[in-house]
C-alpha cells in the first residue's frame, strides 16, 4: 500500500515539476525550437564533449527541424509514460530508458546552445530511474540515493565555501554581489531591489553575514545522513534557501525543490520534542517489529513473547540454524504464530540478507528494529540504520566490554571500532542478559536505556522429569577450556569414585569435536567404570536433544572460568560483563545447577545455583543430593517456586522502556 | 550506488571538469578579489536601453546568455583551449588518430561570428516582443567607487 502511495505521489510531483520546468521554457523562449541555435559552447563537461564529437549538435543546427522534434519529445516522451504508467498500473522500463536517456539528451543540447546550468537537474535525470523499474525494492533504492544526492548538494556546497577559503573572506559576499549584479547595478533605474543590492554591497560586515548564515544553512544538510529525523526541518531549510538564493541572488532555484519529495517520503512523523511551527502530526504508524538474530537463537524465546504482546506485527530475520533450533518443542509458527519468520539461506550472504531486511523494513514501514546479535558486519549496520529513518532501534549485548572497547589491531578491528563509534550514538536502548550486566551498562553509557531481559521465560510445566537412576549430571556448552574447567569436575569425579558413591551418568552436552574438546573427553572416558557412564556429542546438537538431555538431568554443572577472553579478544567476566548459556538453561526446567563460588547471579537464580569452592566441596553437594531425594526434592519445588517471577507479565514494564511503548491496552 | 557517490566524489575533487550527472555544487565558493572593472553588456533597442527590472529573471538571462556565450566563443578562437587538450588528452592515451577523426565535429561553423548579429536580432525581437528597427550591443566596462559606477570604456559590438 506505501509503495503504490509513494509510487503515485514521486510520479506526480515529479511530473508537475517536469511539466512546470518545460513551461517555464517555452515561456522564457528557451526551449530549442524556439532559440534555434546557430552556434554551441564547449563547457567543459565530458559528456558535453562525447555530445559534440558525435556531430549531433552540428547536424541538429544544420537541420532546425530537429530542434522542434526534440522539444515534442520533451513533452510527448513523458506524457507517453504518464499514460502508459497510469492505465497499466505499472511502468514501461523501455519507456523508461527512453525518457531518461532523451532528459539527459536535452539537458545536454541546452546546455551546449544556451548554457543551462545542470546543477538543478541532475535529480530529474537520478530520479527518472525509478521509471525505469516495476521493483518496489528499487523504487525505494532510487529514492534513497536520491535523498542522499540531495544532501550531497548542500553538504558539498557548504564544504566547497569552508575548503576554499570563501567564509573566511568578510568582503565575500560584498563582492559577489558586485559582480554577479554588476548589469543591474549599473543600469539607470533605481529601484529598491538596486538600492537594497547597493546597500548590501556597501556593508560587507551585514552581507558577509547573510553568506555565513547561507553557507551555515547548507551544512546544515550533513544532519541528514546521519538520521531523518530532521528531514522535515531540511525541507523547510530548502524552500529557505531557495527564497533567499531568489531574493539575494536573482538565481531562481526553484527547480531543486523537486528533491524535497525524497525527503518527504518515509520520512515519518517529526519528533514530539520539535518546537517548529510547520510541524503537522501524521497518522501513527502501526507498532511493527523486526528482530535480526545469527546463532544465539536460545535467547530469542522471551523477546518473540514479549513482542507478540506489544506488536501488531513481528518478524525474525534469521540464519537457518537458529530457525530449525529455536524451539525444542513443536515449529516456531506454532510456538508464536503471529511472527513471520525469514530465514537466510545458507547460499545467501549475510550483507545481502541484511540488505533484504532493510529493504523489507522500509517497505513495510516497520516502526521498530532490535538487533539480537550483532557480531558481524557492524559497519554494514551503521550505513544501513543511518538511511533506516524514524525506526526505532534496541540491541542485546552480549558482552559488555566488547561493546565499549576501541581496538585497532586489523582491519576489522578498525571497521568494528568505527563502527561502535557510530553504533553508541545511534542505538539508544539495549537488552541484557543479567541485572549485574546492566548496571555495568549503565556506568558506561549512562544517557542510553539499558534492560534485564532473560533469554525466555519459564514455562512452568515440564515435559517429562528425571529417572530415578543412575543420577544424571549433564554439563552443557561447547567443550572448551577457555569457558570452562573441566579439570575440575576429573578431580571431582576422581574423589567421587574414590568413595562409596551409587552410579551416576555424566552427559556432556556440547560440541566435541575440537582437538582441546576432544582431549577432555579422553581425560573422562578415562574415568569410566560401572559407576560411571559417560555420554558426549560430536557435532551441533539440535535445540530437541539439548532439552530432552537437560529435562532428563538431575543435576546441571556449569564449570565455568568466570573470566573469560571474549569473541574479539577482550577480557569478560560471567555474571557482570557477559552472561552464560546456563540462564536461559536453567529456566527451561527446574533442576539445581553446580556453578563456581564467585559467580554473580541475580535473586531468583540463586533458588537453583549450588555454588562450590573446590572439587571437595562440589563432591560433597553432589553426595548430599543423591542421598537425601527429599532434600533434593524440596530444592526442586523452590526452584518451581523462584522461577516462578520469570514471567511475561514481571517484564512488560522493561520491554515497553527498551521499546519506548505505551502499555498494551489489555494492561492494566 | 556508492560507485556513483565515489565517482561523484572524485569528479567534485577534481573540480576543474564535470561529466553530467556528476557535476559540483561549488559555485560561489571562490574567495573573491575585489574586481578592477565589471564587464556589462549594454542592449540598446530601437534606441531605448535594455534594464534588468523590466524583464524577468529567465527573460534577462535570455537577453545576455547569449552574448556571453558568443563573446567566449569569439575571445576563445573557437574553444581553441579546450580543443588543444583534447588533442594532447587523446594523444597521450594513444588514439590521436581519433581526434583527426572527431575534428570536425568539434568547430563551429566559420560563418557564426557573421551570422550571430542578425540571429541575435531575430531572437531577441521575438523574446522582448516588439520589432527591431535599430540594434545596438556595447561592452561596457565600469569600476565601482563606493558611490557611482564609473564608465572605464565603452567597446560597440553589435550595431544593425
Known amino acids: 500500500m506505501s509503495y503504490t502511495r509513494d509510487k503515485k505521489i514521486t510520479l506526480i510531483v515529479y511530473f508537475l515539476f517536469y511539466y512546470a520546468l518545460f513551461a517555464s521554457f517555452y515561456l522564457d523562449d528557451r526551449l530549442l525550437s524556439q532559440y534555434q541555435p546557430i ?3 564547449h563547457n567543459r563537461d565530458l559528456t558535453e564533449l562525447i555530445l559534440i564529437a558525435t556531430g549531433l549538435p552540428r547536424w541538429m543546427m544544420a537541420h532546425p527541424w530537429t530542434f522542434t522534434a526534440a522539444d515534442t519529445l520533451a513533452f510527448g516522451l513523458p506524457a507517453a509514460l504518464l499514460a502508459y504508467a497510469l492505465r497499466k498500473g505499472r511502468f514501461s522500463p523501455v519507456l523508461g530508458i527512453a525518457f531518461g536517456l532523451f532528459l539527459s539528451g536535452y539537458l545536454l543540447l541546452a546546455d551546449l546552445f544556451w548554457q543551462v546550468h545542470h546543477e538543478p537537474f541532475v535529480l530529474y535525470l537520478l530520479l527518472a530511474l525509478a521509471w525505469m523499474t516495476n521493483r518496489e525494492e528499487r523504487f525505494y533504492q532510487v529514492l534513497k540515493g536520491c535523498r542522499y544526492y540531495f544532501l550531497y548538494i548542500f553538504t558539498s556546497a557548504a564544504l566547497w565555501k569552508i575548503a576554499r577559503g570563501a567564509v573566511f573572506n568578510g568582503q565575500e559576499m560584498s563582492r559577489i554581489l558586485l559582480f554577479h549584479h554588476s548589469d543591474l547595478l549599473s543600469g539607470p533605474c533605481d529601484s529598491f531591489a538596486r538600492r537594497t543590492y547597493r546597500y548590501l554591497v556597501d556593508h560587507p560586515g551585514l552581507s558577509y553575514g547573510l553568506y555565513l548564515g547561507g553557507a551555515a544553512l547548507e551544512g546544515c544538510f550533513v544532519v541528514g545522513f546521519f538520521t531523518r529525523r530532521w528531514d522535515r526541518v531540511l525541507i523547510g ?72 504482546a506489544h506488536f501488531s506485527e513481528v518478524a525474525v530475520f534469521l540464519k537457518e540454524l537458529s530457525y530449525h533450533n529455536l524451539s525444542g518443542y513443536g515449529s516456531p509458527e506454532r510456538r508464536w504464530p503471529r511472527t513471520d519468520f525469514f530465514v537466510q539461506p545458507e547460499d545467501c550472504s549475510n550483507r545481502r540478507f541484511i540488505s533484504q531486511l532493510f529493504a523489507f523494513l522500509k517497505r513495510h514501514r516497520y516502526s521498530h528494529l532490535h538487533l539480537s546479535t550483532l557480531d558481524n558486519n557492524l559497519l554494514v549496520f551503521v550505513f544501513r540504520l543511518t538511511g533506516a529513518g524514524t525506526v526505532h532501534l534496541s540491541l542485546t549485548v552480549h558482552e559488555v566490554n566488547e561493546y565499549f572497547t576501541f581496538s585497532f589491531r586489523s582491519l576489522r578491528d578498525w571497521s568494528e571500532s568505527i563502527a561502535k563509534f557510530f553504533l553508541h550514538r545511534q542505538i539508544r536502548h539495549y537488552t541484557l542478559f543479567l541485572p549485574a550486566m546492566v548496571d555495568r551498562f549503565r556506568q558506561k553509557l549512562p544517557e542510553a536505556t539499558a534492560v534485564f531481559i532473560p533469554s525466555r521465560f519459564y514455562p512452568g510445566q515440564h515435559p517429562s522429569g ?42 556432556i552436552l556440547g560440541d566435541s569435536r575440537t582437538e582441546a574438546g576432544a582431549a577432555i573427553i579422553a581425560s573422562l572416558q578415562a574415568l569410566e567404570c560401572g559407576r560411571l557412564r559417560l555420554r558426549h556429542f560430536k557435532g551441533y546438537i539440535p535445540e530437541t536433544v539439548y532439552e530432552q538431555e537437560l529435562a532428563g538431568a538431575h543435576l546441571i554443572w556449569s564449570p565455568l572460568n568466570l573470566h573469560k577472553i571474549g569473541s574479539r579478544n577482550n577480557p569478560e567476566t560471567y555474571g557482570l560483563t557477559t552472561a552464560s548459556g546456563l540462564t536461559a538453561d536453567l529456566l527451561l526446567n527446574d533442576i539445581p545447577a553446580l556453578v563456581p563460588e564467585g559467580f554473580v547471579i541475580p535473586e531468583p537464580f540463586r533458588a537453583a545455583v549450588l555454588p562450590y569452592g573446590s572439587p571437595e566441596t562440589a563432591l560433597e553437594i553432589i553426595e548430599r543430593l543423591i542421598r537425601d531425594p527429599a532434600g533434593y526434592q524440596a530444592i526442586r519445588g523452590n526452584i518451581r517456586q523462584a522461577f516462578a517471577w520469570f514471567s511475561k507479565e514481571n517484564f512488560m514494564d522493561a520491554f515497553m522502556e527498551l521499546t519506548n511503548s505505551d502499555p498494551p491496552r489489555n494492561q492494566p | 550506488m556508492i560507485g556513483f557517490f565515489i565517482i561523484q566524489v572524485l569528479f567534485d575533487l577534481g573540480h576543474s571538469v564535470t561529466a553530467l550527472p556528476f557535476v559540483h555544487y561549488g559555485m560561489f565558493s571562490e574567495s573573491f578579489a575585489s574586481p578592477d572593472s565589471l564587464a556589462v553588456f549594454e542592449v540598446t533597442v530601437n534606441g531605448r536601453l535594455l534594464d534588468a527590472h523590466d524583464f524577468s529573471i529567465d527573460h534577462w538571462d535570455m537577453i545576455q546568455n547569449p552574448l556571453g ?21 587523446l594523444h597521450f592515451i594513444g588514439a590521436g588518430s581519433l581526434y583527426s577523426l572527431l575534428a570536425p565535429n568539434l568547430d563551429n561553423t566559420p560563418a557564426v561570428a557573421e551570422r550571430f548579429p542578425g540571429w541575435y536580432k531575430t531572437y531577441l525581437s521575438r523574446l522582448i516582443r516588439q520589432p527591431i528597427h535599430a540594434l545596438r550591443v556595447d561592452k561596457a566596462w565600469y569600476r565601482y567607487d563606493r558611490v557611482h559606477f564609473i564608465l572605464l570604456k565603452k567597446d560597440p559590438w553589435i550595431n544593425l
Do not use: C
Not at chain 1, 530548502?238 to 517520503?265: C, E, K, N, Q, S
Not at chain 1, 556448552?477 to 551418568?505: C, D, H, K
Open chain 1, 39 to 41: 552556434f554551441f559552447t
Open chain 1, 237 to 308: 531549510l530548502t524552500v529557505v534557501f531557495v527564497v533567499a538564493d531568489l531574493l539575494l541572488m536573482r538565481i531562481p532555484y526553484w527547480t531543486i525543490l523537486l528533491g524535497t519529495i525524497t525527503l518527504w517520503l518515509g520520512s515519518g512523523p517529526v519528533l514530539s520534542g520539535s518546537s517548529l511551527p510547520f510541524r503537522r502530526p501524521l497518522p501513527p504508524r502501526e507498532k511493527k517489529i523486526i528482530i535480526y538474530e545469527t546463532t544465539h537463537h536460545e535467547n530469542l524465546p522471551a523477546l518473540l513473547d514479549l513482542s507478540e
Open chain 1, 466 to 507: 528425571p529417572a530415578q537412576s543412575p543420577f544424571i549430571i549433564v554439563i552443557p556448552g561447547s567443550v572448551e577450556p577457555n569457558r570452562r574447567n573441566y579439570n575440575e569436575v576429573i578431580q571431582t569425579l576422581t574423589l567421587f569414585l574414590s568413595r562409596n558413591n551409587p552410579p551416576v551418568e555424566l552427559v
Open chain 2, 69 to 89: 556565450a558568443f563573446d567566449r566563443q569569439t575571445r576563445s578562437r573557437d574553444f581553441a583551449f579546450d580543443k588543444e587538450r583534447l588533442q594532447s588528452g
